[in-house]
């Protein structure tokens, strides 16, 4: 069984920054693709970033590319994304996905957190 618990979440100011975190249970992290999404009151669930089990390739929605960094040691179950100049149209619940390859769709991802609130006040 393939558990995801982020953390890292909370209120924050715009313009700030945060770091999220998902530690991912099991031997088989490195297998995975790793990805970031994020649900606003009201709206669908949608891609934020994504990373490949080696980190050869990142993806990154057009709404977040400059601002933010995903990244992973495998070393530590853990995937990372840095999210800097955060705007109030970032707030969401944000959750952690593993799937089998880099895609921005959900569909592509099995196991998914049960999600961290970041809250950004304008």
């Known amino acids: 069984q393939v558990q995801l618990v982020e953390s890292g979440g909370g209120l924050v100011q715009a313009g700030g920054s945060l770091r999220l975190s998902c530690v991912v249970s099991?031997?088989?992290?490195?297998?995975?693709?790793m990805a970031w999404f994020r649900q606003a009151p009201g709206k669908e669930r949608e891609f934020v970033a994504a990373i490949s089990w080696n980190e050869g390739t990142t993806s990154y929605a057009d709404s977040v590319k400059d601002r933010c960094t995903i990244s992973r040691d495998n070393a530590k179950n853990t995937v990372y994304l840095q999210m800097n100049s955060l705007k109030a149209e970032d707030t969401a619940v944000y959750y952690c996905a593993a799937g089998y390859g880099v895609a921005i769709t959900r569909e592509n991802y099995i196991y998914w957190g049960q999600g961290t609130q970041v809250t950004v006040s304008s």
């Open positions: 099991g031997r088989t992290f490195r297998r995975y693709a």
